[in-house]
């Protein structure tokens, strides 16, 4: 297994992050790596996502949510190469911290067969994404976008 993650800190309860990082039809107008999500955060749902790297390359593909608890926990899974050779899997972590704010965790982790593919030179354009989204995440939740 391979896992790219990042970890950021916004100055809003759990709620208020939950419903930012939910409402994915707002996420053309905010997310530098998630450029469109189309579904439910519900479990067992279908979702339509559209990515783009840190070197502009685009990826569509879809996923299913594996995990939605509110406001702490949002997962969801896709096949990169099908028949589980190459999965990956988003997973958002909420946690309220002791000064009201929330620490969000978001970690994409590859399995299968063929998972050292996504080291190198995949992990540094997606894990550029990741961390441009933790960012764009805290503005549009603290209202600095």
């Not at 450029?35 to 996502?49: C, I, P, Q």
């Not at 685009?58 to 594996?66: I, T």
């Not at 990169?80 to 704010?101: E, K, N, W, Y």
Request: proline share 4%; hydrophobic share 40%; net charge positive.
């Amino acid at each position: 297994m391979s896992n790219l993650e990042n970890r950021i800190d916004i100055k809003a309860p759990p709620h208020q992050v939950w419903a930012v990082l939910t409402d994915f039809a707002s996420y053309p107008d905010w997310n530098p790596f998630v450029r469109e999500l189309r579904g439910e955060a519900v479990e067992g749902r279908s979702l339509s996502v559209r990515i783009r790297s840190s070197a502009g390359n685009e990826r569509q593909f879809w996923a299913r949510v594996v995990k939605s608890e509110a406001p702490d926990l949002l997962r969801w899974q896709d096949d990169i190469v099908g028949a589980g050779l190459l999965r990956c899997q988003h997973s958002f972590a909420l946690t309220r911290r002791s000064d009201g704010g929330t620490t969000v965790e978001h970690t994409l982790s590859f399995s299968g067969p063929l998972a050292a593919l996504a080291r190198g030179r995949f992990a540094r354009e997606v894990g550029s994404g990741v961390e441009a989204m933790g960012k764009a995440l805290r503005a549009r939740v603290e209202g600095t976008d």
